[in-house]
């Protein structure tokens, strides 16, 4: 849902009662205070941890399931507990989609392959706070046309995070993805987005990946949301297997998607699942 700039003044105050309860009855978004922020920080560190953990398993021949193994125990062996597990009745602790899978696979005794691409999705919980992230991997060596495809998808996060600042609205995020991705002569998913997180899963607002500049809510310091573009070589189209849960491209097409966990603050944003792009 999209809101017109309201013009809303953003002065120092942006965490006061009157903000946060206007934000709340508006859009049910909670503004997060220091130590709101704090503890999705270290749930967030813990979160890149993770990836860069996984990044140093991927290889031809390694199962999806060895791969959601070696996030649920690292997890549980700091202290937290993946999110995913039993979310909504997902199965696994980790979400692993390869090559045309464009988000939420299950991890299974599929083998990875030399020119794969695969995406890690980690979600901890820390100490009760939640921070999301995701990158994609190449399996070995993989094909430039493949190479250029992760790397536009990295692009496109970085324009999105670029874009957040106090005053800019959830549109300029998008705008900023979907004009990057679509001058490469890629496709972006429209059905699935960021949202808000830290006290939970899944919070509000939604975070679309394409949109109008100057269109949409308005950021103020406090918000917290993923951005997590998901990016198809092919057409736009997507469909859902029949285990209910792992999106494909309806063409059969790559997909890539990278995710961090943002916070707007009183003079832009700072990522607390940092990791270069």
């Known amino acids: 849902m999209l809101f017109r700039n309201s013009k809303l003044r953003m002065t120092r105050r942006a965490l006061s009662s009157s903000l946060a309860e206007e934000y709340w009855k508006r859009y049910r978004i909670k503004l997060k205070d220091k130590s709101a922020v704090e503890g999705i920080a270290r749930a967030g560190e813990?979160?890149?941890?993770?990836?860069?953990?996984?990044?140093?398993?991927?290889?031809?021949?390694?199962?999806?399931?060895?791969?959601?193994?070696?996030?649920?125990?690292?997890?549980?062996?700091?202290?937290?507990?993946?999110?995913?597990?039993?979310?909504?009745?997902?199965p696994k602790s980790t979400c692993v989609s390869v090559n045309d899978e464009i988000c939420h696979g299950i991890p299974g005794p599929r083998e990875l392959r030399e020119g794969d691409i695969v995406n890690v999705d980690v979600t901890s919980i820390k100490d009760g706070w939640f921070a999301d992230a995701n990158r994609t991997f190449f399996v070995g060596e993989v094909a430039p046309g493949v190479r250029r495809l992760v790397e536009v998808t990295a692009q496109c996060l970085a324009r999105g995070i670029a874009a957040v600042r106090p005053g800019a609205t959830l549109g300029d995020v998008g705008y900023a993805i979907q004009t990057h991705a679509e001058k490469a002569?890629?496709?972006?998913?429209?059905?699935?987005?960021?949202?808000?997180?830290?006290?939970?899963?899944?919070?509000?607002?939604?975070v679309n990946h394409t949109g109008?500049?100057?269109?949409?809510?308005?950021?103020?310091?406090?918000?917290?949301?993923?951005?997590e573009p998901m990016i198809n070589q092919g057409g736009l189209a997507i469909k859902r297997l029949d285990d209910g849960w792992t999106v494909v491209t309806a063409d059969g097409s790559l997909s890539a998607q990278f995710e961090q966990t943002l916070l707007v603050t009183e003079k832009g944003s700072r990522s607390l699942t940092p990791y270069q792009l």
Do not use: C, K
């Open 185 to 206: 002569g890629y496709s972006v998913v429209r059905e699935l987005v960021g949202h808000g997180v830290g006290h939970a899963f899944h919070e509000q607002p939604q």
């Open 212 to 227: 109008r500049a100057g269109l949409g809510i308005v950021l103020v310091p406090g918000m917290v949301f993923t951005i």
């Open 46 to 90: 813990l979160v890149v941890s993770t990836l860069d953990m996984i990044g140093g398993h991927i290889a031809p021949g390694i199962t999806t399931d060895a791969l959601n193994t070696l996030v649920h125990d690292f997890t549980l062996e700091h202290g937290a507990v993946p999110a995913p597990l039993g979310y909504r009745g997902f």
